[in-house]
């Protein structure tokens, strides 16, 4: 029984993980060969305050504004 934990940034959408469950799940089944029942997914939702790039915050990093903006308008 695959157990998959997946981390993201908060703002991704209902449909968008549902996505990218079935992707994964499929994957799963082809790959490791598990039954699709048993492929297990647990999503944490992380916000950009508490993870750092390189020694810096997610939500202080000029590179990642975009991305985190983003995600905060559901885009």
Do not use: W
């Not at 703002?11 to 799963?28: H, K, S, Y």
């Not at 089944?29 to 647990?42: K, N, T």
């Not at 950009?48 to 885009?75: M, Y």
Request: glycine content about 8%; hydrophobic content about 50%; aromatic content about 2%.
């Amino acid at each position: 029984m695959p157990n998959i934990t997946v981390e993201l940034l908060a703002g991704r959408t209902l449909e968008q993980r549902r996505a990218f469950a079935q992707a994964v799940a499929d994957d799963a089944v082809e790959i490791l060969g598990a039954r699709r029942q048993d492929v297990r997914m647990v999503f944490s939702e992380i916000t950009p305050d508490i993870v750092a790039n390189g020694g810096v915050l997610a939500s202080e990093d000029d590179s990642r504004a975009g991305v985190v903006a983003a995600l905060a308008d559901g885009s």
